[in-house]
């Protein structure tokens, strides 16, 4: 079965300065896709970026890039001149072959004015 | 365009009593798929619809959840016999493939509060 972990609860960044928020993902696919959603409090989910496995390069998405490590499973987030209207819950996901989307428990980020 | 639409957006009901979740996915998307999210919890996969039929209903918790979706748009998601630890946000996405880099978008999700 596929796993996402995120194994850092909270992060908190100063305005303007960079962060990266960690995840792991456990599968035996070869082809998939991966994910980064961010919910603010309105509770509304929306697509930071989308990587897919197949491709090297790294997604990047205005300030928002990832670092994608296919053998270590890893897809971790970098954003950078972080902004107030970054401050969110951050979810890592995972699309199988079957379709489905499995997510990680978040990342709650606070940005520091 | 519209985006995804839930009803209600809060719903509070007693213990043992039956509710029903309405999603109304964006307009030709074919995946549409059901997550629970507890208090401060990540999103818990329910149930994932393709068309009419439901590939993976894997994560329903047990058989008081039901899902059905008719016409390939509207779904409803059914609670039967409401326990406290149903007490969570549902969040309904719908997507324009099932596979593949197709983003979900999410509604805004129904509030259950089992009394």
């Known amino acids: 079965a596929q796993t996402v972990t995120q194994s850092q609860p909270e992060m908190s960044v100063q305005e303007a300065e960079t962060v990266t928020l960690s995840c792991t993902y456990d599968?035996?696919?070869?082809?998939?896709?991966l994910f980064w959603y961010k919910q603010p409090p309105s509770r509304q989910m929306i697509l930071v970026i989308r990587?897919?496995?197949?491709?090297?390069q790294n997604a990047t998405e205005n300030r928002f890039s990832v670092n994608f490590q296919k053998a270590a499973k890893s897809f971790s987030l970098k954003i950078s001149d972080s902004q107030l209207g970054d401050a969110a819950m951050y979810f890592c996901?995972?699309?199988?072959?079957?379709?489905?989307?499995?997510f990680g428990t978040g990342t709650r980020l606070t940005v520091i004015p | 365009g519209a985006g995804v639409s839930q009803s209600p957006s809060n719903k509070v009901t007693e213990k043992g009593k039956d509710v029903e979740l309405r999603c109304d996915p964006i307009s030709g998307h074919t995946a549409l798929y059901w997550y629970r999210q507890s208090l401060g919890q990540g999103l818990e996969f329910l149930i994932y619809?393709?068309?009419?039929?439901?590939?993976?209903k894997s994560g329903l918790p047990s058989d008081r959840f039901s899902a059905e979706r008719t016409g390939g748009s509207v779904s409803t998601l059914t609670i039967q016999r409401t326990q406290q630890e149903d007490s969570a946000v549902y969040l309904c996405?719908?997507?324009?493939?099932?596979?593949?880099?197709?983003?979900?978008?999410f509604g805004n999700g129904t509030r259950l509060t089992v009394t």
């Open positions: 599968t035996s696919e070869s082809d998939y896709y």
């Open positions: 990587q897919e496995a197949y491709k090297q």
């Open positions: 996405a719908s997507s324009s493939q099932a596979g593949g880099n197709s983003p979900l978008h």
């Open positions: 996901a995972y699309r199988s072959s079957r379709n489905n989307l499995f």
């Open positions: 619809f393709q068309g009419n039929s439901a590939p993976d």
